[in-house]
């Protein structure tokens, strides 16, 4: 008969050492919570200081708008992204259905708003529109650098 090696399991080896509840409510306090609306807000302000660069640094209406729409492309599937999650199941398989469904549909929304971007900006500049979105989409770093309850 071969024998089989047994084989460690994780919980072996593990240094791990479940909190207190004393001590989970501590961590909660030093670690709150982000709202996405935290993160929404940061898009949003931030949106609107790549519209006033786009707007100083150019003489050109169309690239102006072209970067408020890009701005725009991004913080209007975050902001149903963010009520969808606002409405969240009990359960975890719910939340984690959630969670999917509602970024299927801000992708399908970004995209949407992408293809009728030239119907909808006369002349879109696609690079504006492009530097537009990405500064918006990478806003959640802002907002996780000056989130509230923290000192910065």
């Known amino acids: 008969m071969t024998r089989v090696p047994e084989i460690e399991t994780e919980d072996e080896d593990s ?21 996405i ?25 169309q690239v102006v708008f072209s970067v408020a729409y890009g701005v725009l492309a ?10 969808g999650l606002a409405r969240r199941s009990g359960s975890a398989g719910g939340a984690m259905a959630g969670l999917f469904g509602w970024e299927l ?20 500049s696609w690079l504006a529109l492009l530097a537009g979105m990405v500064v918006t989409m990478k806003a959640y770093w802002v907002a996780l650098l000056w989130r509230p309850g923290t000192r910065n």
């Open 74 to 83: 991004v913080v209007l599937p975050s902001l149903v992204f963010a009520r």
């Open 37 to 61: 609306w935290w993160i929404v807000l940061a898009q949003v302000l931030v949106g609107l200081m790549a519209v006033l660069v786009a707007w100083l640094v150019s003489s050109r209406v």
């Open 15 to 35: 240094d791990f050492k479940p909190l207190s509840a004393q001590e989970a409510q501590e961590w909660r306090r030093r670690h709150p919570m982000l709202s």
């Open 105 to 124: 549909v801000k992708i399908l929304l970004t995209v949407a708003m992408l293809a009728a971007a030239p119907r909808v900006v006369p002349g879109v």
